[in-house]
């Protein structure tokens, strides 16, 4: 089984306790589908706009063994029905991750 960490929109986590992401994440479904099942080393925030906490976050998780990173659905925008609409930053965020560690794990946009 492989280790992943998964990062979150601040925002939404006001709301959300991420059970969807949970699940999806242990049972290795929806976005998780072609990793399946992984063992969560972190489920951790953007730390806010912009989302400035994401590398540093990111690269302790891989640190404790992620081998995969997912950004969740709140901030993909991807979830069946056009629920939530894409984080404002997420080109940016996008850039900066696979230029910082697109190398050396695999990102996953959207969790269910
Ligand atoms: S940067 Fe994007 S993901 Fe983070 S809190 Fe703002 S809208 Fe949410």
Redesign the pocket.
Known sequence: MKKAGI??????EAMCPATSCLKVAREGKGMFKDVGPVELVGFL????????E?LPRVLKMIEKGAEIIA?SS??VGNKPGGKYYP????PQ?KEMLEKEVGNKITIIYGTH
């Open positions: 990062i979150r929109c601040q925002r939404t925030t953007c730390g806010g706009c912009a989302g400035k994401i950004l709140c901030i984080c404002p930053f997420l965020i």
